[in-house]
């Protein structure tokens, strides 16, 4: 699977962005078992989950993000989405796209809030 992320850029804190991971290569019955996750990485800092979304549906949300952040698919698209909302200075990171069950990573796009 190949993930491609994009969306990232440079917003003011309480703005918005939405960040989109295409899966190429992937044929559409198979995306629709993946799960599929969100993650970011700020300087100095280790790579922590952000939200992840199941075949079925479901989505799981860090604390951190959880009423800011929102985690969305579209499978006959073959796309994860990231709504990120209020966005605030602690925001700021890489983000990447995974596929869990394949550990196929994106990218990464960058997320810079400023204050």
């Known amino acids: 699977v190949q993930l491609q992320a994009s969306g990232g850029g440079l917003v003011q804190a309480g703005g918005s962005l939405r960040l989109s991971c295409a899966a190429s290569r992937s044929i559409l019955s198979v995306f629709w078992g993946f799960t599929l996750g969100w993650y970011r990485q700020a300087p100095g800092k280790e790579r922590e989950l952000v939200a992840d979304?199941?075949?079925?549906?479901?989505?799981n949300v860090a604390d951190s993000v959880k009423g800011r952040f929102t985690i969305s698919r579209d499978n006959g698209k073959r796309r994860t989405y990231l709504q990120m909302n209020n966005l605030k200075p602690e925001d700021t990171a890489v983000y990447y796209c995974?596929?869990?069950?394949?550990?196929?990573w994106g990218q990464g796009t960058q997320v810079t809030v400023s204050s």
């Open positions: 979304i199941s075949d079925s549906g479901t989505a």
């Open positions: 995974r596929e869990i069950t394949t550990d196929s």
